[in-house]
């Protein structure tokens, strides 16, 4: 008998503190329900327990636990979406993690801004600082801060803003943009552009200068292929590469016509003077030029070439001065 009302007891007292846990557990799945609507902000590269412990820290839900146990119960086959909601802490927590999976987030003002190929540092930092409402300064400062260049494995800003129409989001900050447009190209001149580079004896520093070159000479995109052919060909027999482009740029400015005076400027930049390649590139070539140089058409061994003048943007090629001469002559 003693026995029986032990067990009695033991039971009434196990049930007791079973529905007092139940009962505190309901509590905490409970919203707070104090009516209160936040901005949370889920950071990239969160996991489930970061946005639990910030959505207790926040007030959001009660418990960071019920976060976890829902997860896990319901929604452990999908990923949680990086971004800023707006959460009540009215929400159950089921609808909080509906709303990250899906990535319902608050919308974000954007900004366009587009990059053409051929532009150098001082004509594209200003177009961005424009479209995206970023300080001039902010940009320069970071062309020359050393840290930032080396932190995108690169040596300096010229040449490697690649040219495409980009959507920033209106408060991204100016290292956050000059990265994207660096990595965009960076993934264009991809391993497989560095091993047929490498095949024509050129490394990918001197392919992103021949280029440049290429982008500023050749106005149509069939004939990239046979201008930088015939750059590749005079480097091959240490030939001056006599880039008017190159001039250009070493002038500061484009002129349609170049005098016989322009090309004794003293500059690395002056390859009428100097041989070999410039010492950094002259521009941000586009994915037309990065190609072309990669798979440059050498076949019939041009070394010259002059604009036909017609605006067609075209060019006669020879192999020998000659033949230069004459192409010069009919296009006069």
């Known amino acids: ?87 009540s802490d009215t929400m159950e927590v089921d609808a909080i993690l509906q709303k990250f999976i899906s990535g319902d987030v608050i919308p974000v003002a954007t900004s366009w801004v587009t990059l053409a190929p051929g532009l150098r540092v001082e004509q594209s930092l200003p177009i961005l600082a424009d479209s995206l409402g970023i300080e001039l300064s902010d940009l320069e400062n970071l062309s020359r801060e050393i840290e930032f260049l080396d932190a995108l494995n690169i040596p300096c800003f010229e040449g490697y803003l690649f040219p495409e129409t980009y959507e920033f989001a209106d408060s991204i900050p100016a290292y956050n943009v000059i990265d994207r447009i660096v990595r965009t190209g960076l ?23 021949l280029a440049s070159i290429v982008e500023r000479e050749a106005a149509s995109d069939s004939e990239r292929d046979l201008v930088a052919g015939v750059f590749l060909n005079r480097l091959r027999i240490s030939m001056r590469l006599e880039s008017c482009a190159t001039v250009q740029y070493a002038q500061g400015e484009v002129r349609e016509v170049l005098l016989y005076s322009d090309l004794e400027i003293e500059s690395p930049y002056n390859t009428y003077r100097n041989f070999g390649l410039p010492p950094a590139p002259i521009c941000s070539p586009g994915i037309a030029s990065l190609q072309a140089v990669a798979n440059p058409d050498t076949t019939d061994g041009y070394l010259f070439f002059v604009s036909k003048g017609d605006g067609s943007g075209e060019h006669l090629f020879a192999v020998s001065s000659a033949g230069h001469s004459r192409n010069i002559r009919s296009v006069r």
């Not at 039971?11 to 409970?30: M, P």
């Not at 950071?43 to 829902?70: C, F, H, M, P, T």
């Open 187 to 209: 993934e264009v001149m991809d391993a497989e552009w560095e091993a047929d580079l490498a095949e024509i004896g050129l490394t990918p520093f001197d392919g992103l200068i």
């Open 1 to 87: 008998m003693k026995k029986r009302k032990l067990f009695v007891k033991g039971l009434i007292f196990v049930l007791v503190v079973f529905f007092i846990g139940l009962i505190y557990v309901r509590k905490l799945e409970t919203p707070p329900g104090c009516n209160i609507t936040k901005e949370f902000r889920l950071n990239r590269g969160w996991g489930v327990r970061d946005v639990a412990q910030a959505l207790e820290d926040d007030l959001i839900v009660r418990s960071k636990w019920v976060v976890l146990l829902q997860y896990r119960r319901n929604f452990s086959n999908y990923s949680l979406q990086a971004g800023t909601y707006t959460l």
